[in-house]
Nanobody, 119 residues
Framework: QVQLVESGGGLVQAGGSLRLSCAVS????????MGWYRQAPGKQRELVAT???????NYTDSVKGRFTISRDNAENTVYLQMNSLKSEDTAAYYC?????????????WGQGTQVTVSS
C-alpha cells in the first residue's frame, strides 16, 4: 500500500502564488514518475506536470512558464509551485505516483486539494 498526502491548496487572488506538496509513504519501492493532475467542475481530469526520478519534467502548455514541479527523492515528496495564477487554474489538484515493479506499472492518486483563484 502507498499513501499520498497533499497539502497547500486554498483560495488566492488572480496573479498570486500557491505551493502544493505531496508526501508519499508506505510502499515506496520502484517510484518512477511523480506529478500533478487537476480536474475542474464539469471537465475531465488533465495532466498538469510530471517529474521523473531523474528530474526530467513535463508540463501542459497552459501552465508552462508559470508552474514549476520538483521532487525530493530522499523525502519522497513532490512539489508544485504555482505562480501568476489565473481563474482558469481553479480545480481540484491530485497528486500522482507511478511505480514500476517487476515489469508492472502501478498508478496511485491522492485525495485531492482544492485550488480556487478569484478574479
Amino acid at each position: 500500500q502507498v499513501q499520498l498526502v497533499e497539502s497547500g491548496g486554498g483560495l488566492v487572488q488572480a496573479g498570486g502564488s500557491l505551493r502544493l506538496s505531496c508526501a508519499v509513504s508506505g510502499s515506496i519501492f520502484g517510484i518512477a514518475v511523480m506529478g500533478w493532475y487537476r480536474q475542474a467542475p464539469g471537465k475531465q481530469r488533465e495532466l498538469v506536470a510530471t517529474v521523473t526520478s531523474g528530474h526530467s519534467t513535463n508540463y501542459t502548455d497552459s501552465v508552462k512558464g508559470r508552474f514549476t514541479i520538483s521532487r525530493d527523492n530522499a523525502e519522497n515528496t513532490v512539489y508544485l509551485q504555482m505562480n501568476s495564477l489565473k481563474s482558469e487554474d481553479t480545480a481540484a489538484y491530485y497528486c500522482y505516483l507511478e511505480r514500476r515493479i517487476f515489469g508492472r506499472t502501478l498508478r496511485s492518486w491522492g485525495q485531492g486539494t482544492q485550488v480556487t483563484v478569484s478574479s
